[in-house]
């Protein structure tokens, strides 16, 4: 499985950005989409995941301001983010997961300015 995402940059505060990942390859209808994100000297922490019947999961510090979809015929889920913080600045990374097995994408970084 090959992930491509997109959508990352510079906002101000309040600001919104839509994040895309596309999955490719051997694609199980049965899955887990879904972004976490990593700022500088932290650890990678679970943004929002999106199940294969549409089921969303948020972290609590973005519940109210993310949105997690996905477009099935397009192997795509986004991560619509609204009222964007400063503190939701790190590099974003979409993820894959089909029963043990867990992809990565190349992270796109996401910088919100005060």
């Known amino acids: 499985v090959q992930l491509q995402a997109s959508g990352g940059g510079l906002v101000q505060s309040g600001g919104s950005l839509r994040l895309s990942c596309t999955a490719s390859?051997?694609?199980?209808?049965?899955?887990?989409m879904g972004w976490y994100r990593q700022a500088p000297g932290k650890q990678r922490e679970l943004v929002a995941t999106?199940?294969?019947?549409?089921?969303?999961n948020y972290a609590a510090s973005v519940k109210g301001r993310f949105a997690i979809s996905r477009d099935a015929a397009k192997n795509t889920a986004y991560l619509q983010m609204n009222s964007l913080k400063p503190e939701d600045t790190a590099v974003y990374y979409c993820?894959?997961?089909?029963?043990?097995?867990?992809?990565w994408g190349q992270g796109t970084q996401v910088t919100v300015s005060s």
């Open positions: 993820n894959y997961q089909h029963g043990r097995d867990s992809y």
């Open positions: 999106i199940t294969g019947a549409g089921v969303p």
């Open positions: 390859g051997s694609i199980y209808s049965i899955n887990v």
